[in-house]
């Protein structure tokens, strides 16, 4: 009898070690699920999609500095984002409005992919180019760089109504681009220094994006629209692809294994709308009231 139970105390001690080891295995295999499981929820995360749609503009609900402005500030502020993915489709717009736009665009800390739909050209280039990748579709349209000065004109159609102009003013020029007189030789020269200047403002900030020489990007700003393979050549893009491609690449930027794709949008209202029909009658039949240089269009498009 004192055999058998000193026989069943050394079984009920390696009973109990064995159950200690086996315990110790489960809380190991635990730990390090529970650590992979971290490990993973911190490799995903959100991508904020902006969509830049249409014509460029300040004010307005679509592709406005107004808007947009806003959203990519939103975006880059979010902590939950983890990368942004700038969505472009737009033949450009006004001059100050893409500028402002690629400002806020350049100043995200946190990394940027810009996608060129069909069209990413002149001001909207200008917003692609501020993104740490640029991808686009080899067919794209992309480049037109360049910026041009407009107004309307009817002198020609007073004329021949027998319509005269006379206006007052107190500075030679100070009815520079009136759509009711021609231009005068000195007052082209005048407007071709305006444009030049803005110009070489459009190619200083694409040089200095895309990481080129000034005089090549200066050779390249002649207006022309380039398709996606032949800006890949130019250095114009990096990658060619479509939004999922964006997506890998703005995870890659990231250090995600997957994301979730969130597109950032505003709700048009109706004094949006309203204001941006004001502006539209403002610019193109308004001005003429004026009769001074705000009837001019200054446009990177």
Not at 25 to 31: A, E, K, P
Not at 193 to 214: S, Y
Not at 233 to 240: A, K, S
């Amino acid at each position: 009898m004192p055999r058998r139970r000193h026989l069943n105390k050394k079984y009920r001690l390696r009973l109990s070690s064995l159950l200690l080891i086996l315990l110790g295995i489960i809380i190991i295999v635990t730990g390090v699920v529970i650590f992979l499981s971290d490990v993973k929820e911190e490799n995903s995360g959100k991508i904020a999609v902006i969509p830049v749609y249409g014509e460029i503009s300040l004010l307005g609900n679509g592709a406005s500095s107004k808007n947009l402005v806003p959203l990519i500030t939103k975006a880059n502020n979010d902590n939950s984002v983890k990368a942004i993915i700038i969505d472009i489709d737009s033949s450009g717009g006004s001059f100050v409005a893409s500028k402002e736009i690629a400002n806020a665009v350049g100043n995200c800390n946190k990394p940027v992919v810009a996608l060129i739909r069909e069209t990413a050209a002149s001001g909207a280039y200008w917003i692609a180019s501020e993104g740490d990748v640029v991808v686009a579709d080899q067919a794209s349209i992309t480049g037109s760089i360049s910026v041009t000065a407009s107004y309307l004109q009817f002198a020609g159609t007073m004329d021949k109504y027998g319509v005269a102009y006379e206006q007052v003013v107190s500075g030679e020029y100070k009815n520079m681009g009136s759509p009711f007189k021609e231009l005068t030789y000195a007052e082209k020269k005048i407007l071709e220094g305006k444009v030049n200047i803005l110009n070489n403002m459009f190619i200083d900030a694409i040089a200095q994006n895309r990481n080129l020489e000034r005089d090549y990007v200066a050779k390249l700003a002649t207006g022309e629209i380039y398709l996606g393979v032949e800006a890949k050549n130019y250095g114009l893009i990096d990658v060619f692809g479509d939004k999922l491609k964006a997506q890998h690449v703005a995870e890659e930027l990231a250090g995600l294994d997957k994301s979730e794709l969130i597109e950032y949008k505003s709700t048009a209202t109706f004094s949006d709308l309203l204001s941006q029909r004001v502006q539209s009658i403002a610019q193109d039949v308004g001005a003429s009231i004026s009769n001074t240089m705000s009837g001019l269009k200054l446009r990177a498009d």
